[in-house]
């Protein structure tokens, strides 16, 4: 018998961390979907077709039964909305605001803090090396690491308390690029305590703790 609607489009390679945001969230949800690499191969986010569904030419991107959206983190929350019980992402509350604010500050504040380090001894830029901007970018990136030690600790297991939500998904993820990036890391036990709690879950093994930055 057929399905009685088109299955979810995932569209972006497995490696990319916003990816990975989606693919966590739909195993979450145990929402079935395909996902198509592109970004990878001959799938080019420069194609036209490609530039037709997202202008940034970035991935992910998902196609739900011809609705098309971009931004992981927006992506997530539809999906939630959409396909969950209000486990992972709460209705309107003071609980939900919660949830997203841990959304927007990672997809701002932490990503931004990020960004010069992870270019640098990750994907080896020549045009991130830069020792004194290195040193700064690694310092910025502990300190918003500390602050999530320091918050997990006070509020945990989970950042919102006691049960996994969307904030999880991204945040999880993000301490993932932190321990598997090669830098002097701060020594931060709640957040230790926290990637040790996630590595429980199935889907965490496979989108988030599996080795890639
Ligand atoms: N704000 C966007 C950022 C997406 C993004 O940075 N995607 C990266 C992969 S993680 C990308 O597609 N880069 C272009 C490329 O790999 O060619 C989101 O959260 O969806």
């Known amino acids: 018998m057929a399905a009685p609607f088109p299955m979810l489009k995932i569209l972006g390679k497995p490696s990319s961390i916003n990816v990975r ?3 966590w969230t739909c195993d979450e949800l145990a929402l079935p979907y395909v996902l198509e690499a592109w970004g990878t191969g001959t799938l ?6 490609f530039l037709a569904l997202n202008p940034n030419a ?11 959206l971009w931004e992981s983190n927006s992506i997530c929350r ?17 609980e939900r605001a919660l949830v997203e604010r841990w959304m927007d500050w990672q997809a701002t504040d932490l990503n931004t ?29 502990n300190r918003a690491m500390r602050l999530l030690d320091t918050h997990l600790a006070a509020n945990g297991p989970y ?16 301490v993932n690029r932190w321990k598997a990036t ?12 926290y990637f040790d709690l ?15 930055a």
């Open 21 to 23: 945001k989606v693919l």
């Open 44 to 49: 080019s986010l420069q194609s036209s077709e």
């Open 58 to 68: 970035m991935v992910p991107v998902i196609d739900d039964d011809g609705f098309i």
């Open 78 to 94: 539809y999906l939630a909305d959409r396909h969950g019980d209000g486990a992972l992402l709460p209705p309107p509350s003071q």
């Open 113 to 141: 803090a990020w960004r010069y380090p992870f270019l640098s001894l990750v994907r080896a830029s020549p045009a991130h090396q830069d020792a004194a901007q290195l040193a700064a970018g690694v310092a910025a990136w």
């Open 159 to 174: 950042m919102t308390g006691e049960r996994l939500t969307l904030a999880d998904v991204v945040i999880g993820l993000s």
């Open 182 to 193: 090669p830098l002097a890391h701060a020594e931060l036990p709640a957040v230790e305590a």
């Open 198 to 212: 996630l590595s429980q879950r199935p889907a965490f093994l496979l989108h988030g703790n599996n080795g890639i």
